[in-house]
Each structure stands twice: as structure tokens, then as C-alpha cells.
């Protein structure tokens, strides 16, 4: 299918940036390569996500649909071909002027040096969790997808509704030429332990941010939290039932003494 990635009308870091993040989701995702339609930059894509319908047959090895009752050998899972997007050292793969691009990313020299602590990253040790249940860096994971679907399209529409959730779930048609979901597919520039980012603290050649700053762009408060983040605000403690108003008014009117005990 094609994915939106942004429109032409933003600038070309902008759009760099927003390249670089989509393009780096490739755990469960194959990408092409960018192209220009119009005004917007797309992307041709296979997300690898089995059918809802697909269900374990009576025998090993064979496979049924729970929609129409066919009946056959288990497909094998598809994950398409190796798309590296750290190559070892200070070299990455990243889109740069609407292309992958392989770049030096290199962290800004120090002039003293530096004792860094050895401290671990809030993302990883937060109980924060994807639709799949899965710990750990969950926005590095979780990503909303703008796939180009016209809108009385009997064949893809249907075959994007029929995806396994929570792998692609919260499908909704946002426009008459596309539709939008949520994906899980995690992201090629996090460590092998799967939980920090290689990209933080390195910068492009030219002097930008190697890391792309929707990685930055947190939502409102209290709004698109994973359950557990680490990042959200504590809940207000209620005042016990049959508390008198003497012992309930401070609580009221000091919101921040409540949040901080």
C-alpha cells in the first residue's frame, strides 16, 4: 500500500525529520523508497500483519478462515527483506533530502571531559505498555500510519479492516482519498536490548538533530499516554466518602500538595 509522509509544503528538515521517523518503523513495515505525488511526499509499504480472520486448522500445519470457512496450509509469516538502519559505529541510514541516505551521525565534540552516570532510561523501566501488553520504550513502537485509500474502495478498504489487532487497530477514515490507523511495528534505531534510542545526542553533518523531532513532540497532557508512561501526570487522590468539608476544602484548593504526596 502507499503511506503519507508529509505534505511538500512543509520545509525540507521538516520533512526529513518526519521521513526519517516513519522509515525507521521497520520491524514489522518494509519500505520503499520516497516519492513525490502533488503536493505530498508518499512512500510505497508492505505492513506484515496477518489477517484477523486467520486461524490454526484442525491438523498441524493447516490453517482456516474464520470469515468465508476455507480451509489450507498455514502461510508462513512474511517480514520482508533486512532493512538496516544502524550500520555499526557513527553510520546510520537515514532520509536526508527525500532519499535514504547513509550519514555519519556523529555526537558534538566536548571541550572537557565528561563522567556520564550510569543511569537508565525513564522509558525503559516505566510500567508504559503498547496494545499488545509489551513493556518498555512503547512510543518507540507505537505509531499512527496515514495509508492513501479512495474512499468505495472494495478491496483495500476491506483488507486494511481485516488486520490483526492490536498489530493495526483504531482504523478510521479521516478523508475521502485516506485512511488512518494505529500500528505497532518497533522502531530500527533503538539499541539491541530494544530500549534506547542510538540516534539521541547525535547530529547531522549539517549541524541538525540526527533524531527526528516528533521523538520530542509530546502530546497534551494527560492526552495519547500509554498506560503506565512515566511522563503522566499522577491522579488526583479523592477524599474519603463521609470526610466533613473542613477536611475536604484543602484538598481542593491545593491540587499540587495532593499530586506531590
Known sequence: MVLRIGSLDESAESLDHESTWLLGH?????????????????????????????????????????????????????RGVEQPRRLGGDRFRVVSAQAMTELELKFPPRALPVVELD??????????????????????????????????????EPL?????????????????????????????????????????????????TAKPDLCSEWPPKGKGMHPGCIFAPPPVKKAKK???????APKAVQPDLVESS
Open 119 to 156: 543511569e537508565e532510561n525513564p522509558c525503559s523501566i516505566a510500567p508504559c505498555e503498547t496494545a499488545d501488553h509489551k513493556r518498555g520504550s512503547a512510543c518507540c513502537r507505537d505509531l499512527q500510519v496515514e495509508m492513501m485509500c479512495r474512499k468505495g474502495d472494495e478491496q483495500l
Open 242 to 248: 463521609g470526610a466533613s468539608d473542613s477536611t475536604a
Open 26 to 78: 521497520t520491524q514489522y513495515i518494509s519500505f520503499g523508497a520516497p516519492r513525490t505525488s502533488g503536493k505530498d511526499l508518499l512512500v510505497d509499504a508492505v505492513l506484515h500483519v496477518r489477517c484477523r480472520y486467520l486461524k490454526a486448522g484442525d491438523t498441524p500445519g493447516a490453517a482456516r478462515c474464520a470469515a468465508h470457512g476455507f480451509h489450507g496450509p498455514l502461510p508462513p509469516r512474511t
Open 160 to 208: 486494511i479492516r481485516s488486520r490483526q489487532s492490536p498489530y493495526l487497530c483504531k482504523i478510521a477514515r479521516e478523508a475521502d482519498d485516506a485512511i488512518e490507523a494505529e500500528m505497532i511495528s518497533a522502531c530500527g534505531y533503538l539499541d539491541e536490548p530494544g530500549e534506547n534510542c542510538t540516534l539521541h545526542g547525535r547530529y547531522r553533518p549539517d549541524g541538525r
